[in-house]
């Protein structure tokens, strides 16, 4: 999806869509001109976590008829880059802005406070306390938890592995749903596990070779499903299991429906759902609506803000594994399971 090139205030400040102009909500009781979205590492385009940040800013701009401009961060940039770009969205008046990823706390805290009337979100993070800040969180480890159960119920070989993008602790709860939901299938499954880089800033949620790379170690080693938790990095994982014909489980976005992956998505068993886009999309209703939501606001699969996507209907089809994955969402949701983050 091509963005159109936007002077901006200061330079590394990153891109803009086009604005559609800072419309009303359709009560009319809305005043400021749109909603302002900050993307993390990897951006627009990596099929995956922003993306789904993108898919609710697109919502909420046509359901309320509001304007809106979402802005791509850029390599190696500074907390001090993320500033300036929360900063111009602020200055021009977007409400809300909402900041795509814990690597923003230092940013939202710190702009929150110099604009008090305007109501912030970050996703992922649960550090900065503010009247005016909503900590979008999510029990990512019960997805997770889901995609174990199916990667352990489809394995041929009962081996199968798990890649994160950046070994930290936000990731390590996908991983730790994971290898519990598969465990739970097969105590002795064996699991490859592998962290792509030890910081954001190496790469790790934004380097589809480093994930081609470790999902053929991987697979070479014999696991015949693999699991990416790595955003961006997790086209390369895909790609790799589709050229090796063996299972890749997406992650945040149904990664079987994307366009860019639409040649590898036979090979993509399903993905665990994280609903990034439903908590940008609420944000801005409790904005429009004069109720901004603030403080944490958690989604879990009792909500339906994870879960675990079954479009493919090689998936569907694999009648076994459906009501395994089925059995294990009704057992968390009705409390009898109670999934680990760590």
């Excluded at 419309?23 to 009319?28: I, L, N, T």
Aim: net charge negative.
């Amino acid at each position: 999806m091509a963005v159109a090139a936007v002077a901006l205030l200061a330079a590394g400040c990153g891109k803009s869509s086009t604005d559609p102009g800072g419309g009303s909500a359709a009560s009319g009781a809305y005043s400021g001109k749109g909603i302002g979205l900050a993307y993390d590492i990897g951006g627009k385009g990596d099929q995956s976590f922003n993306d789904a940040a993108f898919a609710g800013f697109e919502k909420a701009e046509k359901e309320f008829r509001i304007g809106g401009r979402d802005i791509e961060p850029q390599d190696g940039e500074s907390t001090a880059d993320k500033v300036q770009r929360l900063e111009q969205l602020a200055k021009a008046g977007y409400n809300p802005i909402v900041g795509v990823g814990f690597v923003y706390a230092p940013a939202v805290k710190e702009v929150a406070a110099k604009y008090p009337k305007i109501t912030f979100g970050i996703v992922d993070d649960d550090t900065v306390k503010a009247s005016n800040v909503a900590d979008l969180l999510f029990h990512e480890e019960q997805g997770s938890y889901l995609a174990g159960v199916a990667a352990a119920k489809a394995t041929k070989k009962n081996h199968i592995g798990f890649i994160g993008g950046v070994d930290i602790p936000l990731i390590h709860k996908f991983e730790a749903g994971f290898e519990q939901g598969a465990r739970s299938v097969n105590p002795k499954i064996k699991i490859e596990s592998q962290y792509l880089t030890q910081t954001a800033q190496e790469g790790g949620f934004a380097s589809p070779d480093k994930g081609k790379d470790a999902a053929n170690g991987q697979i070479e080693a014999g696991a015949d499903v693999v699991y990416a938790a790595a955003g961006l990095s997790g086209q390369g994982v895909i790609q790799s299991a589709a050229a090796h014909r063996v299972w890749a489980i997406g992650v945040d976005s149904d990664q079987y429906k994307q366009s860019a992956l639409a040649q590898y998505k036979d090979w993509i068993l399903g993905s665990a759902l994280k609903n990034v886009g439903g908590a940008v999309y609420d944000l801005t209703k409790s904005v429009v609506e004069g109720k901004p939501h603030t403080g944490e606001v958690r989604g879990d699969l009792k909500s339906g803000a994870v879960g675990f996507a079954d479009s493919n209907p090689k998936y569907q089809a694999m009648k076994d594994v459906v009501a395994a994955v089925d059995k294990a969402k009704q057992d968390i949701v009705d409390g009898k399971v109670t999934v680990r983050v760590e």
